[in-house]
């Protein structure tokens, strides 16, 4: 009888005890909110929750009123969302309720029509898991499905020329940080806001921003924007990190090869989307080999205009200071990745090294970083002016002269130095000598051209 009791009393309590792990285990499965921040752009508004751990959700949208909901099982918030500033953006207020069985109900109510959707991250060393929620803000525009092409070399008006400024990251993504804790959102918006200044004072030029303020837009989405915006040039603005501090100087980065060749086929999946569009062409009415020659073109061209305003953009950094490399690099970032707009992406410097970082804070070492910036794209529009824009029909004046200076090149020799951007055609086209000529005069054996050389241009 004693026996049995014992074995009651063991079994009773290991019951208990395996009861209050159970309870305990189910307590720590529940996902505990940390913390609720939101942005709010012009086009749409992001609400990041920080969760303890992953959890599953549901999203819905309602009308009448508009507003979205978001189930997320097991999970608990603490407290009401009380801290968050609803003037900005398309939520008017967000209600929460703890529901049974550990089920977290978060009431979106909206100022107006949202396209929303939402996604988890997984932890990374900023922070931990994540549960996104983009809402975008549906306008006329939105629902508009053809797009509409405003440039036009053929109007008897003469417009400016667009240049779209991307300053990097933004919003929850803060970019690289330095030693002194400086965020490099912060630091490329300044550049870029000087850099938007310095555009809208030259005759000719007009500054779009891609990101006006502290929000975070999606890589596919500023280049998006930027060909909405019909941008003639598109300028993405970093500062780079290094895990050595040693690390310094400014780049500049163009697209590889292997990045556009990635990219045409993503647009020729997708070329039945009458939005897709490559210099104002449709792809969606032309069959596979013809759409690809023409993607193939532009992408061709693209480049070779974002290395030769990349060069001159370049050239102007050395002059304000190091630069990582002499040569511009390449790289497959995807906001280089717009087939019929040059792209360039400034590396204004390290932040991660800690003279650097402090000069990426100086008003006056941005406004430099900008001034390097905009003499090389003035310097290649004057070059290559795109027809339609004021800056051709200043280089009309130009041409009348040209006759003239090839009649003066024709009666004597020339010396040239080179420069960033020169390649032995450009220099052969510029004073109207054949490339062997130049090469014969100066005993070349390959066209490979060098910095600084003094080159001498035989009479045509």
């Known amino acids: ?6 074995r009651f009393l063991t079994f009773f309590f290991a019951l208990q005890f395996s009861l209050l792990i159970g309870a305990e285990m189910a307590i720590a499965s529940v996902a505990q909110v940390k913390g609720v921040r939101m942005w709010a752009s012009p086009d749409s508004t992001r609400l990041v929750i920080d969760l303890s751990q992953s959890v599953e959700h549901r999203l819905t949208r309602l009308s009448n009123p508009e507003r979205v909901v978001i189930d997320v099982d097991q999970a608990k918030l603490p407290n009401t969302i009380t801290h968050l500033d609803y003037k900005k953006g398309s939520i008017l207020d ?10 977290l109900r978060l009431v979106l109510d909206l100022k107006h029509k949202v396209h929303p959707k939402s996604f988890l991250l997984k932890p990374n060393s900023k922070y931990g898991y994540r549960l996104v929620i983009d809402l975008e803000k549906v306008t006329q525009k939105t629902l508009s499905s053809k797009p509409k092409i405003v440039k036009s070399v053929n109007s008897s008006k003469k417009r400016d020329l667009i240049v779209a400024i991307d300053a990097g990251h933004g919003g929850e993504d803060p970019g690289a940080i330095g030693p002194r804790g400086t965020r490099e959102k912060y630091v490329v918006m300044a550049i870029a806001r000087k850099l938007r200044d310095m555009v809208n004072k030259k005759p000719g030029m007009k500054a779009v921003m891609i990101r006006t303020g502290d929000y975070y837009i999606s890589l596919r989405n500023r280049t998006k924007k930027a060909r909405k915006l019909n941008a003639d040039i598109f300028i993405s603005i970093h500062a780079d990190a290094f895990k050595s501090p040693k690390a310094h100087g400014s780049s500049v980065f163009i697209l590889s090869s292997k990045g556009a060749t990635s990219e045409a086929a993503k647009w020729l999946a997708k070329k039945e989307n009458e939005a897709d569009l490559v210099g104002g062409v449709s792809l969606d009415d032309k069959d596979d080999m013809l759409a690809k020659m023409l993607l193939d073109l532009s992408q061709t061209a693209t480049i070779e205009a974002s290395n030769s305003a ?4 370049l050239s102007g950094l050395t002059k304000i200071g190091d630069t990582h490399k002499n040569r511009v690099e390449r790289a497959g970032f995807a906001v280089l990745k717009s087939p019929d707009i040059p792209s360039l992406l400034v590396e204004t410097g390290f932040i991660s090294n800690y003279k650097e970082e402090r000069l990426l804070k100086t008003p006056s070492y941005q406004k430099k970083l900008a001034g390097a910036i905009l003499s090389g794209v003035d310097g290649y529009f004057k070059q290559y002016p795109i027809p339609g824009t004021i800056y051709a029909k200043e280089t009309v004046v130009k041409e009348l002269n040209r006759e003239q200076l090839a009649s003066a090149l024709r009666t004597k020799s020339h010396k040239h130095k080179v420069v960033r ?5 450009g220099i052969s086209k510029r004073y109207q000598v054949s490339m062997s000529a130049i090469k014969k005069a100066n005993k070349m054996k390959s066209n490979t051209l060098y910095l600084g050389k003094v080159l001498s241009i035989p009479r045509s």
């Open 421 to 425: 951007g020169d390649t032995l055609s």
């Open 94 to 103: 967000i209600r929460s309720a703890n529901k049974k069985q550990n089920k």
């Open 1 to 6: 009888m004693q026996i049995m009791t014992n």
């Open 310 to 313: 990349a060069s001159r953009v």
